[in-house]
């Protein structure tokens, strides 16, 4: 299996993750990426916490699932709402993440990124013509791009992360 991207792309407008699942099918459609797996959060001006959505369910071989999305949305937005004793113990689960390419400074960076009024595509993705997929969000003006590279190694190892949990 070729190796997997997971991409993070931010929005100005709680709904602009959304809309921007729209385009990605259209991408796919005409061959410029393959979609494993998607999740949006979208979060208006004053919530306290954005609303996360799993994207269709997929059976594809690369689909994540809600375990994953659960917990990566879980450390990104709502840790840093639970305080300490809830931070402390997710420290383990943490550290497997980053021998998975999914390190603190990521989870950091989305955190300061995504904040109230703005949305989030996140999409796990094989074959991007990654010029041409960033072309193509341009309509949707993303203000940034954060991605992580994950090798078909890392990417089992995340999963056996989730299995176990």
């Not at 916490?49 to 269709?56: E, N, R, S």
């Not at 949305?119 to 041409?132: H, W």
């Amino acid at each position: 299996m070729p190796e997997s991207t997971l991409t993070v792309w931010k929005f100005e407008t709680p709904a602009g993750a959304g809309e921007a699942v729209r385009t990605l099918g259209e991408m796919q459609k005409q061959g410029l990426i393959t979609i494993l797996d998607f999740a949006t959060v979208s979060w208006e001006e004053g919530k306290k916490k954005p609303a996360t959505k799993q994207g269709a369910p997929t059976t594809s071989a690369g689909a994540l699932g809600g375990a994953f999305w659960g917990m990566l949305f879980g450390l990104i937005f709502f840790v840093p709402l639970l305080g300490a004793a809830v931070g402390a113990a997710t420290g383990a689960l943490t550290g497997s993440l980053a021998d998975v390419g999914i390190d603190d400074d990521f989870i950091k960076s989305v955190r300061n990124e995504v904040t109230p009024g703005t949305s989030a595509l996140f999409l796990m993705s094989t074959g991007a013509v990654l010029d041409r997929v960033k072309d193509g969000f341009k309509v949707h003006e993303p203000s940034e791009l954060i991605y992580t590279n994950l090798s078909a190694e890392q990417e089992s190892a995340l999963r056996r992360v989730f299995e176990e949990e």
